[in-house]
C-alpha cells in the first residue's frame, strides 16, 4: 500500500516538472519571438530612414569597415526622429518601458524633451541590443557568431557572413554577448 502512494505521488511530482518545463519552454518562446520582432523593427527602421533621407542616422558614416554599436544615444535618437518636432514626427512603433519592466524604449530624464544621452531601446533583461551596420555598403555584415562551435544538441555552424545590412541581437538573460547559448539574433 505504502509502495502505490509512493508510485503516486511520483507520478504527480514527475507530471508537475513536466507542466513546469512545458510552461518555461513556451515562455521562452515567447520571449525570443518579442525580441525577435523588436530587432526586425530596427532593422527595417535603418533601411527606411537611409532610404528617406539619403544617409545613415546618429552620425553612422561610410567606413572601410563596418560598425558595430548599441540601439542608444545618437543612433536610436535619430532613428526615433525625436530631433524633428513632435507634430511632423511618425509614431513611434515602439514599446514604452513601463510598470517596473525594462523591456522598450526608455527616455532618462524628460520624455518631452529628449537627448541623445537620454534614449535607449532594452531587451527584458535591461541591455540595448548589440548592432552591427553594413557601413562600407558591401550588402553584407561579418557574423558575430562565427567561429561558434556546434553544440551537444545542435549541428548547427554559423556562417562567415551574413548578407543583410544589419544584424541584432541580444545578449540574453546572462548579458554577456559572448556567449551565445543565451543570445537571442535577429538572423535566425
Ligand atoms: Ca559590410
Ligand atoms: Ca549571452
Not at 42 to 51: P, R, T
Not at 62 to 70: A, L, M
Not at 140 to 151: F, H, L, T
Request: net charge negative.
Amino acid at each position: 500500500m505504502l509502495r502505490l502512494a509512493g508510485l503516486v505521488l511520483l507520478i504527480i511530482w514527475g507530471l508537475r516538472e513536466l507542466t513546469k518545463l512545458a510552461a518555461e519552454k513556451m515562455l521562452s518562446d515567447a520571449n525570443q519571438n518579442r525580441h525577435r520582432e523588436e530587432m526586425h523593427k530596427v532593422q527595417k527602421a535603418l533601411l527606411e530612414y537611409e532610404k528617406k533621407n539619403g544617409c545613415m542616422p546618429g552620425g553612422l558614416k561610410k567606413s572601410e569597415e563596418d560598425t558595430i554599436t548599441r540601439t542608444s544615444g545618437a543612433l536610436l535618437y535619430h532613428l526615433l526622429q525625436l530631433d524633428v518636432p513632435d507634430d511632423v514626427r511618425p509614431l513611434m512603433d515602439w514599446p514604452l518601458a513601463r510598470n517596473g519592466e525594462s523591456f522598450g524604449l526608455v527616455f532618462r530624464g524628460s520624455f518631452d524633451r529628449p537627448t541623445p544621452d537620454s534614449v535607449s531601446l532594452l531587451d527584458v533583461w535591461g541591455e540595448s541590443y548589440h548592432i552591427i551596420v553594413d557601413t562600407n555598403f558591401d550588402g553584407q555584415v561579418s557574423n558575430p557568431e562565427a567561429g561558434r562551435k556546434p553544440g551537444w544538441f545542435s549541428s548547427y555552424v554559423p556562417p562567415a557572413t551574413l548578407p543583410i545590412r544589419s544584424a541584432v541581437f541580444s545578449s540574453g538573460p546572462d548579458k554577456n554577448p559572448s556567449t551565445w547559448d543565451d543570445n537571442i539574433c535577429s538572423w535566425r
